[in-house]
């Protein structure tokens, strides 16, 4: 049976290639569809990995937490470049099929709100919009409670006996976390100590690393929205181009970049 595997068969192509169903009959619709089912698949992969990283981290087990942490940063860098391809529409041809929409949205993505949630940017409240779709709620809901990539990082280092505040190593997950002069104090003696703790001080550039491409990642949406539609609202009522810019205020890993300025 595996030897009559086709190529097609085996990914599906017949459904891959049909989910794109344009609305409106213009040129550009193809474009914008293409480039955000592309982006989910990313995401996909992108939580796969992140997903798997933190189990290693929980288990004590670095190397292949690095080597995944590696790969989602070659993830990040084709999410990235997504927005370069998007932003060759103009104002003009996206006006030509915006109407489309409805009332879809990218604020709607829940790998997006996952990743977000995985990386340890907790808001309880951001669940409620997907109240009508029970399966993604609980989905949403399993990864709100759910420790942190970066917590699990602090109790695998609390378990190497670094005086991480206990605060940090139990607590409600669902809360989003808050920057401790403790945590800081313990990632400087990694960053001090080099030599003696290279795979948590590779770790913590891994982890720099990630959020700084989700950054970037970002500000390219920022700014092939603003490039695109300029200020006004977004799709779904969405502040647009002022909520993308807000949102570059939210970081993960604070003490990561915050004990730069110490050493």
């Known amino acids: 049976m595996t030897g009559a595997m086709s190529y097609g068969g085996y990914l599906q192509l017949d459904r891959l ?12 619709e193809l474009l914008f569809i293409v480039i955000h ?3 989910e698949l990313w995401m996909k992969l992108g939580l796969h990995e992140l997903e798997a990283a933190r189990e290693r981290l929980a288990a004590d087990d670095l ?3 690095s080597k995944m942490l590696a790969r989602v940063a070659r993830i990040q860098t ?10 060759t529409m103009t104002p003009f041809d996206y006006s030509r099929f915006r109407e489309a929409l409805g009332s879809s949205s990218g604020f709607q993505s829940f790998q997006y709100r996952q990743l ?10 951001l669940i409620e919009v997907y109240a009508a779709e029970p399966r993604v709620h609980e989905r949403l809901s399993v990864a709100l409670h759910r420790p942190s990539l970066y917590d699990e990082a602090l109790r695998l280092m609390a378990r190497r ?8 190593v139990e607590r409600d997950w669902s809360l989003p976390y808050e920057a401790d002069a403790g945590v800081e104090a313990a990632w400087l ?4 100590n080099v030599d ?3 795979d948590l001080y590779d770790l913590g550039e891994k982890l720099v690393d990630l959020e700084y491409r989700f950054q970037q990642w970002r500000f390219s949406h920022m700014k092939t929205v603003e490039r695109i539609i300029g200020h006004k609202r977004g799709t779904g009522g969405s502040a647009g181009v002022a909520y993308l810019v807000k949102a570059l205020e939210k970081g993960f890993f604070p003490e990561l970049l915050s004990l730069r300025t110490s050493i």
Do not use: C
């Open 17 to 28: 290639l049909d989910a794109q169903r344009p609305l409106s009959g213009e040129h550009d």
């Open 37 to 39: 089912q592309a982006t």
């Open 63 to 65: 190397e292949p937490a």
């Open 78 to 87: 084709q999410m990235i470049q997504a927005w370069e391809i998007l932003s």
């Open 116 to 125: 977000e949630f995985l990386m340890g940017a907790k808001n309880a409240r």
């Open 161 to 168: 006996g670094f005086a991480i505040p206990a605060g940090k």
């Open 189 to 192: 003696e990694v960053y001090r």
């Open 196 to 198: 003696r703790h290279w």
